[in-house]
């Protein structure tokens, strides 16, 4: 066998250890997850909500974060256009702060950086625009949250209406949960995060994450760096995925790839070794159809496919034609890995960013028609 050969089977055959054991440590998680009536007093929290522009079905949303809140809540939200604001000043329950530019090139922490001295509780929890938010939920989370020092939600998307949209909200079940499997506890995620006013200002505020492209991991990273434990919370949050054509995924793939590239460039290169897909396809290319390459590239795919299906149905999100997608997925996210190393540029939020090797924003130009998250 040549040793291009022998490589690609090597990816192929970490690939299929990688998918089986994340696939037995995620399934371990969700049975033993207990959704019991949560322990303690839960003090009052001010729940913290930067709004960016174009969310769907955004009156859904802040209604529903009103609905899941008890006495003491406060809900902040914070808004930097018109179409938001007239939406979310009929909603009753809701506090706004009108969002002005800043020099915080991270736009979500420019904002979050204007709510917060109107917050009054100590316990602060922030969620994305696209958060799907009920009672249960965010008890669940908050009683989580008496274990450590700091929480934070894995997620699953809903609601997709084309293929694009499904390609994009299928990349949690199949890249996104499979790696916080093995991940150590030193990260937050930013769809839903809980933490005290107190450890964010000993770790600087949020002038120490303003300017970074993945602020939610430089912020867990800055917490356990001071001795905080965040715990990873047993509740799944949905989100409302936003609306995309082609061309929106792939721009959105390609900064999901940065992102990761420059928050762990150690990390993310060795998460070529989980592209077993791509490889098996590239080996048969390689050996012009070999029976042997055929049967590796149905079996690692076939694997793919069945792993997939099992997180799916851990999280409580059933896809149809599961097979067909990860395959499409896998190549896309082998293409966009690649790219990453040659990128220092993504659009975000109709804008086009410049990211250093550190994830540091350095420059935020003129906004361009994207509808990209």
Not at 236 to 248: E, I, N, T
Not at 302 to 307: E, K, M, P, S, Y
Request: charged share 15%; with cysteine; hydrophobic share 45%.
């Amino acid at each position: 066998m040549k040793l291009p050969d022998a490589a690609l089977v090597a990816i192929i055959t970490f690939s299929a250890i990688y998918y089986v054991v994340t696939t037995t440590l995620l399934c371990i998680r969700r049975k033993r997850q207990n959704r019991g009536a949560p322990a303690g007093n839960l003090p009052p929290v001010t729940l913290l909500r930067p709004v960016k522009r174009g969310v769907p079905n955004l009156e859904a949303r802040l209604h529903e974060l009103v609905a899941s809140v008890r006495a003491g809540d406060q809900i902040l939200v914070g808004i930097d256009d018109p179409d938001s604001l007239a939406i979310a000043e009929k909603i009753p329950g809701l506090e706004i702060v009108h969002c002005r530019p800043g020099p915080m090139l991270n736009r979500k922490v420019s904002k979050l950086a204007q709510m917060t001295p109107s917050a009054r509780n100590p316990h602060w929890i922030i969620s994305d625009s696209e958060s799907i938010f009920s009672r249960e939920f965010l008890d669940g989370f908050r009683a989580d949250w008496q274990r450590g020092d700091a929480v934070t939600a894995g997620y699953v998307f809903h609601g997709a209406r084309n293929v694009p949209e499904l390609l994009d909200h299928i990349a949690a079940i199949l890249t996104l949960w499979p790696g916080l499997m093995l991940a150590p506890r030193r990260f937050t995620l930013g769809a839903c995060t809980g933490l005290l006013q107190r450890d964010l200002e000993a770790i600087g505020g949020w002038e120490a994450i303003g300017s970074h492209l993945a602020e939610d991991n430089q912020l867990g990273t800055l917490l356990t760096g001071a001795g905080k434990r965040i715990i990873f919370s047993r509740w799944v949050l949905p989100l409302d995925g936003d609306r995309m054509g082609l061309g929106s995924y792939l721009r959105h793939q390609l900064r999901i790839a940065v992102t990761y590239r420059v928050s762990t460039p150690a990390g993310y290169f060795g998460m070529v070794l989980t592209h077993g897909v791509t490889a098996s396809l590239l080996l048969l290319l390689c050996t012009l159809g070999a029976p042997w390459a055929m049967i590796l590239f149905l079996a690692i795919w076939l694997l793919r496919t069945a792993t997939a299906e099992i997180n799916a149905r851990a999280l409580g999100f059933p896809v149809a034609g599961l097979a067909f997608l990860a395959l499409a997925h896998s190549l896309v996210e082998s293409g966009c890995w690649l790219a990453s190393w040659f990128s220092g540029s993504v659009q975000w939020n109709g804008s086009d960013l410049r990211v250093n090797h550190q994830g540091v924003i350095e420059a935020d130009a003129p906004p361009v028609l994207s509808d990209v998250r």
